[in-house]
């Protein structure tokens, strides 16, 4: 027999889990579907970086130039892509060179500060409210450089962020040294934004799945979604193999995996997989007292109580976690480029994720224009955590029919029409 449900989530990550939160808290009946364990697919692993400093969209004026010459240089490089002739990807690629413009940059700030800020706000009520223990800190966080040219770079975003009203303070080679005593000598200067903020992914998103499931959600892991059947431009009925739901609205948010299950109802979302590493040690006697970028390799650094992560790369991939020695070893050579630590670190998990990333770097959040009661809530790309509480609020709101708290036009996925 068929289980009713108001909403059923798909994806058990951060976005599926910050929407049941606050559909609970709207009162709904929720139920999620998660193929493997909850935040298992690119939630956990990640920097922790909650940064409603980062309003410029990934798809800028610039980006495509600075990533081939990163590609000429592989041992080091942030960046690499799969060669493949897959029409999807290959259209991807399209839809990013043409959508690296000032155009592009400019409709998408506005988006990216209103839910960046709406997110943040609502990590910090969450945090009072449920008194997460999971290292929550809103102690902003530091880019550092070693060259003119990157700290030039970075004084030239911080000016993007004062003209927006964001706080982002340039900092000199002493003031650096002076905030973060791991920094190395060769440092040139920093920019500082204040209003940032830092977690452990995976203890916050395991404390929210407790959380959803003692208000009533049911969740179910080890269940990947199979079958989606449409009546008219309605879901009817999700299948999985070992259950079958009938829900009034569902909640696509699968990350990278959203257009395997888009494509079962016969449309695409032009998502790909960027993949990317990290590593996660117990803390080393020399600890960063900062959540850090570090500009130039553009590897994060983040302190999570007893425990310290490094993270970095940003691969256009297929949709394989397979984690690379390789990589790894690089991430870790690019931090002690920037920072005085120990000789031998301690690691206890090395891992891989998949950020859910499009071609304008804008997430879709929004009704699918195909079927009315299908509710679009991914593409976060490397923004996914951060944004987590904002898009839940947003996916809540839309679902019980209330004015969105912010405008939600320009993240439409009518936009790739
Ligand atoms: C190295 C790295 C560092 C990052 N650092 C940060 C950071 O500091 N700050 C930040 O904000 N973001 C960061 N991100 C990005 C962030 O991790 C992602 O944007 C975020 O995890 C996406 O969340 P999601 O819920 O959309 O997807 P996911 O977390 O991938 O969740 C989707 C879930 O859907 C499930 N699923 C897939 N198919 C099905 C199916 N058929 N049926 C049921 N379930 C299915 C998957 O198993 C998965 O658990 C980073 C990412 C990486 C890789």
Request: glycine share 10%.
């Amino acid at each position: 027999m068929a289980t009713k449900t108001d909403v059923l989530i798909i994806g058990g990550g951060s976005i599926g889990l910050n929407a049941a939160y606050y559909l609970l808290k709207a009162g709904r009946h929720v139920t999620i579907v998660e193929s493997k364990k909850v935040a298992a697919g690119s939630s956990s692993g990640n920097a922790g970086h909650i940064v409603p400093s980062h309003i410029v969209p990934l798809a800028a004026p610039g980006i495509i130039g600075t990533a081939l010459k990163w590609l000429l240089k592989p041992e080091t490089s942030p960046f690499g892509l799969r060669v493949s002739v897959d029409p999807a990807y290959l259209s991807w690629l399209l839809q990013f060179a043409l959508a690296c413009s000032e155009a592009n940059v400019q409709r998408g700030i506005p988006p990216l500060k209103a839910l960046g800020l709406l997110s943040a706000q609502n990590f910090s009520k969450l945090m009072a409210e449920e008194r997460f223990d999971c290292f929550y800190r809103e102690e902003g966080m530091i880019f550092l450089y070693q060259t003119a040219s990157a700290l030039a770079g970075g004084q030239h975003e911080a000016e993007i962020l004062h003209k927006h009203g964001l706080l982002a303070e340039v900092l000199s080679a002493e003031a650096v040294r002076a905030a973060e005593p791991a920094a190395r000598p060769e440092i040139l200067g920093g920019v500082r934004f204040p209003g940032d903020a830092s977690i452990n992914p995976g203890h916050f998103l395991s404390l929210l799945a407790q959380r959803v499931r003692a208000r009533g959600a049911t969740i179910y892991e080890d269940t990947p979604v199979m079958r989606l059947e449409s009546s008219g431009n309605k879901i009817v009925r999700v299948t999985t193999a070992s259950e079958v739901f009938e829900p009034e609205v569902v909640v696509l948010a699968a990350g990278a995996w959203s257009p395997v299950v888009a494509r079962g109802l016969g449309f695409s979302l032009p998502i790909q997989p960027a993949r990317g590493y990290s590593l996660t040690m117990r803390a080393p006697k020399l600890m960063p007292r900062n959540s850090l970028l570090l500009g130039e390799r553009r590897v994060a650094v983040t302190p999570m109580g007893d425990l310290l992560r490094f993270t970095g790369r940003l691969e256009l991939s297929a949709l394989d976690t397979t984690v690379s020695a390789k990589r790894i070893a690089g991430i870790e050579r690019a931090v002690r480029e920037y920072l005085v630590i120990d000789e031998k670190l301690d690691v206890i998990e090395k891992w891989a994720g998949l950020r859910p990333t499009t071609p304008d770097g804008l997430p879709v959040i929004g009704f699918s224009p195909r079927h009315q009661n299908l509710l679009l809530a991914t593409g976060h790309a490397m923004l996914g955590l951060s944004l987590g509480p904002g898009t839940g609020q947003v996916v809540a709101e839309l679902t019980t029919g209330r004015q969105p708290s912010i405008d939600l036009t320009p993240l439409r996925i009518e936009r790739f029409n």
